[in-house]
């Protein structure tokens, strides 16, 4: 799933109300390394089945851990060419939770080739 918008706070304040069953899911942190997608997981587990996410943001064409940071940092790059857009770009599925540290992986490459992919088309 990709969200892409102008007014990148209607993505990060509350990015779990993108993907449908995660209204209310928490957050498990980030994880990035050194030239990896910075990749965000949140999960709603009920029993033995769950729902779970993984999602990162680019910023204009940037890869970012904190889009709220980078809009900062570009605060006088929109000022004087205009705004940025934020896309979220969003992995989820129906997982057992004995399952889920294997599809945080399959999750992890499928977020880095759609970056990729991103870059590719968008012109960087």
């Known amino acids: ?6 007014e990148p706070r209607t993505l990060y304040e509350r990015p779990s109300r993108w993907v449908k069953g995660l209204e209310n899911a928490e957050h498990h942190g ?3 390394d050194g030239d990896g997608v910075p990749t965000h997981y949140i999960s709603n587990h009920t029993g ?4 779970v996410a993984a999602y990162t943001y680019v910023y204009g064409n ?3 851990a904190s889009p709220f940071g980078v809009q900062i940092r570009n605060g006088w ?18 997982v057992r939770p004995r399952f889920e540290a294997a599809w945080r992986v ?7 080739d ?3 992919h991103y870059h590719a088309v968008c012109g960087e």
């Open 77 to 94: 790059e929109e000022l004087r060419h205009g705004k940025q857009p934020l896309t979220m770009i969003t992995v989820a599925a129906s």
């Open 114 to 116: 759609a970056v990729a």
């Open 30 to 32: 980030l994880e990035a």
């Open 48 to 51: 033995q089945s769950g729902r």
């Open 62 to 64: 940037q890869s970012t």
């Open 1 to 6: 799933q990709i969200n892409r918008s102008w």
């Open 106 to 112: 399959d999750a992890r490459a499928l977020l880095t």
